[in-house]
């Protein structure tokens, strides 16, 4: 929040499965999947290809449900949280590489 965004829903439930944040600013809604690790490596390699796929369809499906959102842009980003060090937060962590995250529904 301190950098602008504007969180929307927190613990979203999908069908896909559960989504740690979304937060919205400008023209770009981003869904945040929030890893606590002892260190900051063990946090940025923790979202499997296997998560990153639920995520994608969690995001979708989110956005079909939240209309007023669907035009914005989705965006996917990592926030690793660890013992006495501030948040670190990876912008588009990963995203749909061939197809768009709605044909993964």
């Known amino acids: 929040m301190l950098t602008g965004w504007r969180v929307v829903d927190r613990r979203a439930r999908t069908g896909a499965g559960e989504i ?4 919205v600013r400008g023209g770009v809604v981003c869904f945040i999947e929030v890893k606590a690790r002892a260190d900051r490596e063990a946090g940025m390699t923790a979202v499997t290809p296997r998560q990153r796929e639920r995520l994608l369809r969690a ?10 959102f669907a035009h914005l842009q989705p965006r996917f980003d990592l926030m690793v949280v660890t013992p006495r060090r501030w948040p670190k937060r990876v912008a588009s962590a990963f995203e749909a590489e061939t197809r768009s995250a709605l044909d993964l529904i």
Do not use: N, S, Y
């Open 20 to 23: 740690d944040l979304v937060a």
């Open 59 to 68: 995001g979708a499906l989110w956005r079909a449900r939240h209309p007023r």
